[in-house]
């Protein structure tokens, strides 16, 4: 089985690929480097022992996507492409629209033209907006309070529609919930452009003395410490899931939605204590006023993806955090060495 991995270069991207490789899926990898590196799929080559090609193409090029499925005979793919900075989105919200919503539309209208009617789409739990409670199952309301969470929104219910005008389609949506670690052998793991936008790399990134202190924004929450709740998993977990995606909803048709999380929550002060354990060192932390758009609490019920998926985390915030600091440690740049 040959699978289009889009995206492919980036965070969970990667560690996607060296699990599928690993499971003997062959993949091809196509990928912008706009907030990714091609150094992570030479790592990936370096882990797996498997090679496969790349296209450093932009979905929003829709001649040179295409190209890409007439040069291949591909029968799924997993789409992680896209911008993905909360912030920012609510900053350049018409960029985000324009290339997840655009470039996803050229990528269903190809796979479509070429036949290709499997796709595993990476979304996201900030779909389900503020939840009145927790934990979240895949028949809450769905809402957003952003640009980026509104662009997953819209794309799920752009292939809804797409199946429902075309029932050949088998369309996985995984919400994914908070992806943190690494790859067990630290050669690969979360590499973000600039200052990181997520907490467990800021943290890291403290730990490794790039950055000067923690910020956590908000200690009135009703949440045991006051501090933001969230559902920690580790990537390749996550990564896992897309295989059993691939594995259980291919080819059966349909629209099928997934959770992706651990069911626990943590809060961010207990992030910042099992970080200082992984690493052997206090890390400094200022409170700060909430940012707007923030939820106190967010975590998973993912015993749907059990029941049908097989699929269950087991990886724990100890193990998480381990990962990520042997990952930070040995790359403090990142993959720019």
């Not at 919930?177 to 800021?202: C, Q, R, T, V």
Request: proline share 5%; aromatic share 10%.
């Amino acid at each position: 089985m040959k699978i289009l991995v889009t995206g492919g270069a980036g965070y969970i991207g990667s560690h996607t690929c060296v699990e599928l490789l690993n499971s003997g899926y062959e993949i091809a990898v196509l990928d912008n480097l706009d907030n990714s590196c091609e150094k992570s799929l030479e790592k990936v080559k370096e882990l797996t022992g498997k090679d496969f090609p790349f296209y450093k193409v932009d979905l929003l090029d829709y001649e040179a996507t295409n190209k890409v499925f007439e040069e291949n005979k591909f029968d799924a793919v997993i789409h992680f492409a896209g911008l993905k900075a909360v912030g920012e989105s609510t900053r350049m919200p018409i960029r985000y629209y324009h290339n997840n919503i655009t470039g996803t539309l050229n990528l269903v209208d190809i796979m479509e033209k070429h036949g290709v009617f499997n796709i595993v789409f990476s979304s996201s739990a900030t779909v389900y907006g503020s939840p009145k409670t927790v934990p979240i199952t895949e028949d809450f309301p769905t809402s957003t309070t952003n640009p980026y969470g509104s662009t997953k929104l819209m794309i799920e219910n752009i292939l809804k529609d797409v199946y429902a005008a075309n029932n050949k389609w088998s369309i996985t949506l995984l919400r994914y919930f908070n992806p943190i670690g690494a790859h067990k052998s630290g050669k690969i793991g979360e590499d973000p452009k600039g200052i990181p936008n997520n907490l467990l790399p800021y943290v890291a990134q403290v730990a490794v003395g790039k950055l000067e202190y923690i910020h956590v924004f908000g200690n009135d929450y009703n949440t045991p410490d006051g501090t933001g709740v969230r559902d920690y998993i580790h990537v390749v977990d996550l990564a896992i899931g897309h295989l059993k995606a691939i594995e259980h909803k291919a080819n059966i048709a349909g629209v099928h939605t997934y959770n992706l999380g651990t069911g626990h929550g943590y809060s961010v002060l207990d992030i910042i204590k099992a970080f200082e354990n992984a690493c052997k060192k206090e890390l400094p932390y200022k409170l700060e006023p909430r940012r707007p758009g923030d939820i106190a609490e967010c975590y998973a019920n993912p015993q749907k993806a059990k029941d049908e998926l097989s699929w269950v985390a087991t990886r724990g915030i100890e193990e998480m955090c381990e990962d990520l600091w042997r990952w930070q440690s040995n790359n403090p740049n990142g993959f720019e060495k």
